[in-house]
């Protein structure tokens, strides 16, 4: 099988493992499971899915083992179709209060509602950096598939690909000032906490963060 095929596969393990893994290590178990799987396979359209699976099993064992902790990095999608910019804001949220502990994006739905100025005078003041990975759902594989979808909008179409989903009905900041916005995003973060609090995945809000810069 054309190796190729694999890459999709290698990029999610680095991505869901490389907080604890260095990339060596995921290419040798990659690498070794996926020989195993050739010599054996009989129906090559479902091996990536299959290679994916174990690799991942085996990563997580490898850590136990070498006394680190296995768990991969949860998917978060953040999806706003009337005003991507919300979205942006949390997903910034989101990698930065975990340190990293999530993989935080964004759905690409209407694009041309990316830019929100006061948002984004916000996020610079807070020192929020705007480059979530771009979700593209025309090439969204299941392997990557985000593990929670969180829905900015009330009445929004549940349809993204996603393990399970959670609705929030966060308030518009079209009309909004400044002084309104810069408590939108405080709200925001406290509804990111208290899903990191759920997921049990340890957190460090943004003003204690900067109390200690």
Known sequence: ??????????????????????????????????????????????????????????????????????????????????????????????????????VATVADTHPENRRDSLIEWVMDERGLRADAVSYDSKRERTVAAADIVVYLDGEEPVDLPGRSFIRWDVPQTDGMNIEQVRTFAYDLEARIAGMLTDLDIPFVPLSVQRLAA
């Not at 996926?34 to 359209?45: G, K, L, M, Q």
């Not at 991507?84 to 999530?102: E, F, H, K």
């Open 1 to 102: 099988m054309n190796a190729n095929v694999f890459h999709p596969v290698r990029h999610d393990l680095y991505t869901r493992f490389g907080h604890r893994a260095d990339c060596s290590t995921i290419d040798t178990i990659l690498d070794a499971v996926i020989s195993e799987h050739a010599a054996t396979t009989r129906v090559p359209d479902f091996m990536p899915l299959l290679v994916h699976r174990e690799a991942a099993e085996r990563i997580e064992e490898h850590l136990w083992v070498h006394g680190s902790i296995g768990t991969p990095r949860k998917r978060i999608l953040f999806a706003s179709r009337t005003n991507a910019a919300r979205a942006i804001l949390a997903a910034a949220i989101a990698r930065r209060i975990s340190d990293n502990a999530v």
